[in-house]
């Protein structure tokens, strides 16, 4: 595993529950690029990490005007979000202009990169989560 990889995992475990910030267009809406099967991996996988134990927050340079129709559209591929160029809860930092997280997918930041970490962690994280189940089972 990559340090990337074990950062994102070693945070998964300490706080059950991660931030991961999506870009909007091109990265899970089709705007300008042809990058069909990047947006179908992104959303599959930002599907499972939401039931896995995910925050996902839009982040997005798009005006609020737009919000609505995101909010729709995430609404229609079944992706939950917990909110949009904000933090969805309450943190001692990432208050000042930019949102905290602990993984960005993004089309122009290295997506298909973000996604292998992501995918690889959240695995990990998985197995990680049914072992402690089968510990607790047998205890």
Known sequence: MNKYTQRLFDEWKQHGKIIISIDYDDTIFAWKLDNKKDIVRTIKLAQL??????????????????????????????????SINCNPVEL???????????????????LTEALNTLEEAMYQYRSYQQQQKQVTDVA
């Open 49 to 82: 990490a939401k039931e896995t134990g995910a925050y996902i927050v839009i982040f997005t340079a798009s005006d609020p005007e737009r919000h609505k129709e995101i909010q729709e559209y995430c609404e229609d591929i079944k992706l939950p979000i917990d």
């Open 92 to 110: 001692p930092y990432g208050k000042n202009g930019k949102i905290y997280y602990n993984i960005n997918l993004c089309d122009r930041s290295g």
